[in-house]
């Protein structure tokens, strides 16, 4: 059971937006930075977001993230056949004085 | 260019001990914190831990707690995590994730990450 809570899937088609939610508690995302991954079939993670809403360098704008209180979410826009992946929130955990992610939302380019 | 680069997949017996090491380059290796973090065949991510390889501080989740060790050698930038009394359900990719700290602060996201080393417990 993750402490941060992820639907375990997502799909749209290509052009699409699709979004993905992260809903946690006070003691990780309501006070603390959200980090989105992104994992590609058989390779390590890679960071999209970090700081709730940040790209780091190289990452393409149609990957844009937002926070609302306990909650954030990841939104892929104008949806692309390499954007098949699993996506990973994190945050820390000021409670369990810990690292913590969601269970991961695999999309599917239909 | 930021590389983390793991050390190779191993095959243990239950009860054992492994270690997985993670050389660092193309940054300052003491700028940035080191976590382990770890995905059972088919699973979810799982965070183990932290080392500050400035001063050798170290995290643990707790669950790992008595069986973990974090250690680094900034002389050759590089961190490694020994798990040991290994069970079948330690059987996993091990990754090491890069945080950048600067001061007190932190990025709080895991910047760069290793490629990877699958750790298999099997008698």
């Known amino acids: 059971q993750s402490v941060l809570t992820q639907p375990p899937s997502a799909s749209g088609t290509p052009g699409q937006r699709v979004t993905i939610s992260c809903s946690g508690s006070?003691?990780?995302?309501?006070?603390?930075?959200v980090s989105w991954y992104q994992q590609l079939p058989g390779t390590a993670p890679k960071l999209l977001i970090n700081?709730?809403?940040q790209r780091p360098s190289g990452v393409p704008d149609r990957f844009s993230g937002s926070k609302s209180g306990t909650s954030a979410s990841l939104a892929i826009s104008g949806l692309q056949s390499d954007d098949e992946a699993d996506y990973y929130c994190?945050?820390?955990?000021?409670?369990?004085?810990?690292?913590?992610f969601g269970a991961g939302t695999k999309v599917t380019v239909l | 260019q930021v590389h983390l680069v793991q050390s190779g997949a191993e095959v243990q017996k239950p009860g054992a001990s492994m270690k997985v090491s993670c050389k660092a380059s193309?940054?300052?290796?003491?700028?940035?914190?080191m976590h382990w973090v770890r995905q059972a065949p088919g699973q979810g991510l799982e965070w183990m831990g932290q080392?500050?390889?400035?001063?050798?501080?170290?995290q643990y989740a707790q669950e790992f707690q008595g069986r973990v060790t974090m250690t680094r050698d900034t002389s050759i930038s590089t961190a490694s995590m020994e798990l040991s009394r290994l069970r079948s359900d330690d059987t996993a990719v091990y990754y090491c994730?890069?945080?950048?700290?600067?001061?007190?602060?932190?990025?709080?996201?895991?910047?760069?990450w290793g490629q990877g080393t699958l750790i298999t417990v099997s008698s």
């Open positions: 994190a945050a820390r955990d000021d409670s369990l004085h810990r690292y913590v």
């Open positions: 006070s003691s990780n995302i309501g006070g603390n930075p």
């Open positions: 700081n709730n809403n």
């Open positions: 193309g940054y300052t290796f003491t700028a940035y914190y």
């Open positions: 080392i500050n390889p400035k001063s050798g501080g170290t």
């Open positions: 994730a890069s945080e950048y700290c600067s001061g007190d602060s932190c990025s709080k996201a895991f910047d760069y």
